[in-house]
């Protein structure tokens, strides 16, 4: 049975970091690229950064470019969201997802909550002005 847990999340003022896990219990964890996604209060969740299988590529969305990197460690089966120059816009809850398969190469696969086939539960994360 595949889980996904996340950790790192928490309060921190604007301008600060934090570095988000997730931890899978996937066998096969190459196998699966990795996306991060969000969701605030009242809103959709929405697609944050997605990194491939052996973590050569990854996909940004423009709201976190230049300020986000996801990365992976494949040995701890396990996948990064290290956050920088944290906005208040960056409030919400946080998820992991895992997408078994090939790295894509339309990168809208990746921004739609349907291509994944397992989630995490979430972590917090708020950002104070």
């Known amino acids: 049975q595949v889980r996904l847990v996340e950790s790192g999340g928490g309060l921190v003022q604007a301008g600060g970091s934090l570095r988000l896990s997730c931890a899978a219990s996937i066998r096969t964890f190459s196998s699966y690229a990795m996306g991060w996604f969000r969701q605030a209060p009242g809103k959709e969740r929405e697609f944050v950064a997605a990194?491939?299988?052996?973590?050569?590529?990854?996909y940004y969305a423009d709201s976190v470019k230049g300020r986000f990197t996801i990365s992976r460690d494949n040995a701890k089966n396990t996948v990064y969201l290290q956050m920088n120059s944290l906005k208040p816009e960056d409030t919400a809850v946080y998820y992991c997802a895992a997408d078994y398969g090939p790295w894509r190469s339309s990168h809208y696969y990746y921004i739609r909550t349907s291509s994944y086939d397992y989630w995490g539960q979430g972590t917090q994360v708020t950002v104070s002005s």
């Open positions: 990194i491939s299988g052996a973590g050569g590529s990854t």
